[in-house]
Structures are given as structure tokens and as C-alpha cells.
């Protein structure tokens, strides 16, 4: 079972909860467990707006920064829990659309510049 993040990579060392994702039950990590802590020390000094906790804004905030840590980090997308998978289309600049599996596969980075490196 993947161990759940760390409080530096859910951010709450710096007094705020930006990723309060948890692995499903049987899930493991692609890479070990992925460390946010530098992310979050940037995120935290630069950012320049702080949603008012419970807010739409905060909700929205979280949940990409959750899905964001599963769709890089858990290669096994019946695992996944931010999105059904077997829903999940992602199309950039109208190109051709591919799966969650596929972008599990190749890596969401390498998903969204492809069409843009082969151009």
C-alpha cells in the first residue's frame, strides 16, 4: 500500500492543507512516494492569493493539486478516486484525445507537450 504524503507535501507546515489526497487501498506509488515540499515552499512564498478556507476557490485549488499527485504518481488508474478513468478524455489544441490509461502511461508532461514538440 502507498504510505500517504507527507505534512510538508499536503503543506500543512506552512499552515495550510493544499493536497489532502490518500491512496486507495492497494495502490502503490509509480516513483515512491512523491515529495512536494519544495513545490509547496515556492507555492507558499510566491502565491499571491490565499482562498479563504471551505471556498469554492480552495475546493477547486485542492482537488487539482490532488488530481495532479494521482495522474503523475499512480500509474494504475482503477486506483484513481479525483476521476472515473474510464470517463477521462484529455485533448490538446483539438488534437486527437487519448485515455486515462495512456496518459498514466506516457506521463501528463509528456501528454500536454507532445503535439507541441512534434510541430
Given at each position: 500500500?502507498?504510505?500517504?504524503?507527507?505534512?510538508?507535501?499536503?503543506?500543512s507546515?506552512?499552515?495550510?492543507?493544499?493536497?489532502?489526497y490518500?491512496?486507495s487501498?492497494?495502490?502503490?506509488?509509480?516513483?515512491?512516494?512523491?515529495?512536494?515540499?519544495?513545490?509547496?515552499?515556492?507555492?507558499f512564498k510566491?502565491?499571491?492569493?490565499?482562498?479563504?478556507?471551505?471556498?469554492?476557490?480552495?475546493?477547486?485549488?485542492?482537488?487539482?493539486?490532488?488530481?495532479?499527485?494521482?495522474?503523475?504518481?499512480?500509474?494504475?488508474?482503477?486506483?484513481?478516486?479525483?476521476?472515473d478513468?474510464?470517463?477521462?478524455?484529455?485533448?490538446?489544441?483539438?488534437?486527437?484525445?487519448?485515455n486515462?490509461?495512456?496518459?498514466?502511461?506516457?506521463?501528463?508532461?509528456?501528454?500536454?507537450?507532445?503535439?507541441t514538440?512534434?510541430?
Open positions: 500500500m502507498a504510505e500517504p504524503l507527507s505534512e510538508e507535501s499536503q503543506g507546515t506552512h499552515g495550510e492543507l493544499i493536497r489532502d490518500e491512496p487501498q492497494g495502490s502503490s506509488w509509480r516513483f515512491g512516494r512523491p515529495d512536494y515540499a519544495k513545490v509547496n515552499q515556492t507555492y510566491h502565491r499571491t492569493m490565499a482562498h479563504q478556507e471551505g471556498s469554492l476557490e480552495a475546493l477547486v485549488q485542492k482537488v487539482l493539486k490532488n488530481w495532479q499527485v494521482e495522474a503523475d504518481n499512480i500509474a494504475d488508474v482503477h486506483k484513481w478516486k479525483t476521476m478513468s474510464t470517463k477521462f478524455k484529455l485533448a490538446v489544441n483539438g488534437g486527437c484525445p487519448c486515462a490509461q495512456l496518459m498514466a502511461d506516457v506521463g501528463a508532461p509528456n501528454i500536454l507537450v507532445s503535439e514538440l512534434a510541430a
